[in-house]
């Protein structure tokens, strides 16, 4: 089967498997109970009750409802977020950019630090550098992180003043446009260096706190790999060669100790995601993770069937993209088999 | 063979090195301060640091230790639902919002429960002729040169269009009944005057009706130019982007952020000193650590977290008067047994008895709930006159605990020997559940028969369950309603015709459920306080021998706020956290 075939017939089952993922996401949703709480206060009489329930429309049959939800869900009507009191398609978008910016930021800190350090344990082997980054990465991997997140509060925000807490100044945030939705690009597009520095300066704490247990993990890998690495024939081989140390580290053990470490990398990024649940409570942090925990403990069904439907979708895509990738880079893979 | 020392490390420390640098750089950069305040800043000359960050550029230079020094920053425990008078819900953070953004024709001082004249020139009496003779017709003078934030002008066809929008929309979740239920027809004979009929004499119409958040005014012009009005249906443009004639200007809602606010200059009163920003920290925790850091001026907060606070620096723990909104138990008297959890084993007319509701109301540990969960801040509460409300006095006769009566009663009632199963309901998480557990451990410490299944549920199921008729468990807990006049509660919660009087079938429990509703009906329409207050303490030593609630206590206003706040007041008539934030100023 050609690629093309292959690409075509995947592409029109896909929109069977998103209803298919609809159908199960409505109806897991609802066996949880109907969504009408979330827009009820605490007084209301019961003929109040069947008034809003007639507004949202959930006084219709099921079947109804789901047709209602799932055709919103494709013109952009994701429904209205008793959580943010706003359309949920409304919301999202910015929310998502809080998260992605803090993943990667907490990401960018994780691969910096933990490369550096598990490179710098890793050469010094059973000396005190060594012992430092070993017990470095075993509290970062102990160490919960809404109490390290509190403790970097107390610490750099409280005491020290050093540090601010939420996503931006309000001011600062203000006078610049949001297209994109992740601050350190806005700041860039708007060619604002006091916005950079801002959103930078907001991102540093709540990025450490997340990235850290991740640190702890990839220089406990870097620095195992490394010293694996060190030992390896080929490394003495290069020294024989007469190559000064710091080049035998750079250029031939500390580039093969870090194909293992990229791996873990790669699946720390879902680690770091789950982790910004925690964060952005603590940190004030605009995301996704502290809108979908309140979603869930408020019962805001509207917020959490579109976000559940987002991820399901784009893991679909994603899906499609890995293995149309699989079957171009190798063409040993049978197609459609 | 060694390896150097630095191998490897350097651009680690070089990464380290700049980060200090940039951090002590933009320290020194941050702290904008103002002149004065010596004396109400207990820092000891140390500048706290600002919102973090902020450039130079953007603030005002350093003068003396004053965060933040053009903008007041109140941290909010949550988001709000609705920005809309005619949607917001009582006792809702839009409620701030809206009295921050509005104006009403009449609002309570700063200090108490005496009437000023908001947008009406003066409060309408029988002395100035503005309350006529039967008391069903108030005729409000409206202040010239009233213009909205959009400067559309705002007379009295524009409070004739607020009402009657809040009337038409009719929206459930807000507080529309107290004009739907008192509001005959409304008038506005010429740009001036505002003249409202009542269906009947209403003693408490200035005070828990005209003040109320739905009774705020906006401008025709500007609502019929954003969607105008539909039956049912909420308006989201006003919803988000409220526009008033109030002190301050709504400019932004960052939606988990904050909301900002700027001052009104051309407001017809004292404009405010401040520009205003709302952070929304729903963790208590952060916002007990924010005031400490000076980034918050004032916060909301609870008596739990007062140990937290006491003794910090620059810090203020403020203890007010008394919240309008008890926590109480309701029994229900109206539940369905089949749909009971089928682990209680209470019977249909279990709380028709009132020695039953006696013995509860006995044996509940009152102390250990207010010394404990309010950590002191709170007090028993007569039925149903909070303090702070006309008829409250402290003579009135209050439950507290115990044991010997809550037992005698029990067996006067015969289930001391058979023992119980109740189920009771709560929002897990807050001091709701708290009572729930109190509850358990007093009956279950009482009698090893009687047992109490506390049942913590989410918001959501918590507010559906507490929204049927009939409600499916036989105790829930939650708070009261604040209201500023004693009838909303006897209506709300006494009255066996009222709303929680006929979905908890209260007709069932009273002795003389007549008397008692003719009563309330007779005490909400006569005018003189006096009277007034004798016949609600006539009600309120029946209903302590016919309880239809345990009041678990009364809290506190509690807030925190820094040293360098002027003109702090705190007014519990005025939505929660009842603060005017156009009243402060910081220095």
Same mark, same amino acid.
């Given at each position: ?6 690409? /075509? ?7 069977? /498997? ?16 109907? +969504? ?26 099921? +079947? ?124 860039? /597009? ?14 540093? @704490? ?37 190559? +000064? ?74 899906? /499609? ?7 171009? @880079? ?8 | ?195 409202? *009929?009542? *269906? ?39 919803? *988000? ?347």
């Amino acid at each position: 089967m050609q690629i093309r075939d292959y690409v /075509l017939r995947r592409m029109m089952v896909l929109p069977i /498997l998103i209803i298919g993922t609809s159908l199960i996401v409505f109806t897991l949703t609802r066996v949880g109970g109907s +969504p009408i709480g979330i827009y009820l206060s605490h007084e209301m009489t019961p003929e109040e009750v069947a008034e809003v329930e007639q507004r949202y429309g959930l006084d219709e049959p099921l +079947p109804v409802q789901y047709l209602t939800w799932a055709g919103g869900m494709l013109t952009g009507d994701w429904g209205w977020s008793g959580v943010a009191a706003a359309p949920v398609r409304q919301v999202f978008p910015d929310k998502l950019g809080a998260t992605m910016e803090l993943a990667v930021a907490a990401g960018i800190v994780a691969v910096a630090l933990g490369i550096g350090l598990g490179t710098y344990g890793g050469a010094r082997r059973d000396r005190l550098p060594d012992h430092l980054t070993r017990v470095f990465s075993i509290s970062g991997a102990a160490m919960p992180i809404f109490w390290f997140g509190i403790l970097l509060l107390i610490v750099f925000w409280v005491g020290l003043g050093w540090a601010p807490i939420g996503r931006s100044d309000a001011d600062i945030f203000q006078s610049i446009a949001h297209p994109t939705g992740l601050y350190t690009v806005d700041a860039v /597009l708007a060619g604002s260096w006091n916005a950079l520095v801002d959103a930078i300066w907001h991102l540093i @704490l709540p990025a450490i706190a997340l990235g850290f247990g991740t640190t702890a993990i990839i220089t406990r890998m870097m620095r195992s790999s490394l010293v694996e690495t060190m030992g390896e024939e080929y490394v003495d081989a290069a020294r024989a060669k007469g190559l +000064p140390e710091k080049l035998v580290l750079r250029r031939h053990a500390r580039r093969n100790a870090l194909i293992p470490t990229v791996t873990v990398i790669g699946l720390s990024f879902g680690f770091l995601l789950q982790g910004t649940v925690v964060v952005e409570i603590i940190f004030r942090w605009p995301g996704l993770g502290r809108w979908m925990a309140d979603a869930v403990l408020r019962g805001d069904q509207a917020t959490i069937m579109a976000y559940v439907m987002f991820t399901s979708v784009l893991f679909l895509l994603v899906n /499609l993209v890995v293995d149309v990738m699989y079957a171009y @880079l190798d063409r040993r893979v049978v197609l459609g088999a | 063979m060694k390896l150097g020392r630095n191998v490897g490390a350097r651009p680690l420390w070089a990464v380290f090195l700049v980060m200090a640098m940039v951090m002590a750089a933009c320290t020194g950069t941050t702290t904008d301060t103002t002149g004065g305040g010596a004396d109400t800043t207990t820092d000891g000359g140390e500048a706290p640091a600002t919102t973090g960050g902020e450039p130079s550029d953007t603030t005002a230079p350093p003068t003396g230790g004053v965060t933040n020094p053009e903008t007041f920053v109140h941290a909010a425990d949550d988001e709000p639902t609705s920005l809309d008078p005619a949607q917001v819900e009582a006792g809702e953070g839009g409620e701030t919002v809206i009295l921050q953004v509005y104006d009403r024709l009449v609002e309570f001082t700063p200090d108490g429960p005496d009437l000023i004249p908001g947008i009406a020139t003066e409060v309408p009496s029988t002395d100035n002729g503005g309350i006529s003779e039967d008391g069903t017709v108030y005729t409000f003078t409206i202040r010239e040169g009233v213009v909205d934030h959009e400067g559309n002008p705002v007379d009295a066809t524009d409070v004739k269009y607020s009402w009657d929008r809040a009337l038409t929309m009719d929206l459930p979740e807000s507080n529309v009944g107290l004009l739907a239920d008192t509001v005959a027809s409304t008038e506005a004979p010429d740009a001036s005057t505002f003249v409202v *009929t009542l *269906t009947q004499p209403n003693a408490a119409f200035l005070n828990s009706v005209v003040t109320q958040s739905v009774a705020s005014i906006m401008s025709e012009e500007f609502v019929e130019a954003n969607g105008g009005v539909e039956a049912g249906t909420p308006n989201e443009v006003i919803a *988000t982007n409220p526009v008033g004639t109030g002190p301050y200007v709504f400019e932004a809602w960052n939606r988990g952020e904050n909301m900002l606010f700027t001052v009104n200059e051309s407001y017809w009163g004292t404009p405010a000193n401040l520009d205003l920003r709302i952070e929304i920290v729903p963790d208590p925790d952060v916002r007990v650590l924010g005031v400490r850091a000076g980034d918050y001026d004032t916060i909301e907060t609870d008596p739990s977290f007062v140990g937290d606070i006491e003794g910090a620096e620059g810090v203020t723990v403020f203890q007010g008067e008394f919240l309008l909104e008890p926590i109480h138990i309701g029994f229900n008297l109206n539940y369905p047994v089949d749909q009971l959890p089928p682990e209680d084993t209470v019977p249909a007319d279990f709380f028709y008895d009132p020695l039953i509701r006696r013995a509860f109301n006995h044996a509940f540990d009152y102390e250990a709930f207010v010394n404990g969960a309010l950590g002191g801040f709170g007090a028993p509460t007569p039925f149903y006159l909070p303090q702070g409300v006309l008829g409250y006095s402290e003579d009135l006769p209050v439950y507290s605990q115990d044991l010997a009566m809550a037992e005698q009663l029990f067996r006067d009632a015969g289930v001391w020997d058979e023992g119980f199963t109740v189920s009771v309901i709560a929002e897990g998480g807050n001091l709701f559940e708290i009572a729930a557990l109190v509850l358990k451990d007093s009956l279950e410490g009482l009698n090893p028969n009687f047992t109490v299944n506390v049942l913590a549920l989410a918001e959501a199921q918590f507010d559906e369950a507490h929204a049927s008729d009939p409600v499916p468990y036989a105790l829930w807990v939650k708070n009261a309603d604040p209201f500023a006049d004693p009838h909303a509660f006897q209506s709300e919660y006494m009255d066996p015709e009222g709303n929680w009087g006929q979905v908890h079938g209260m007709a069932n429990g009273y002795q003389d459920p007549e008397t008692i509703s003719s009563m309330i009906d007779e005490a909400s329409v006569i005018t003189d306080p006096a009277e007034r207050e004798a016949i609600y303490h006539e009600l309120s030593a029946m209903f302590y021998d016919d309880p239809m609630w345990i009041i678990a206590g009364n809290e506190v206003a509690v807030m925190a706020y820094r040293d360098w706040v002027q003109g702090f007041v705190m007014n519990p008539l005025w939505p929660r956290p009842s603060l005017k934030f156009a009243l402060f100023d910081k220095g």
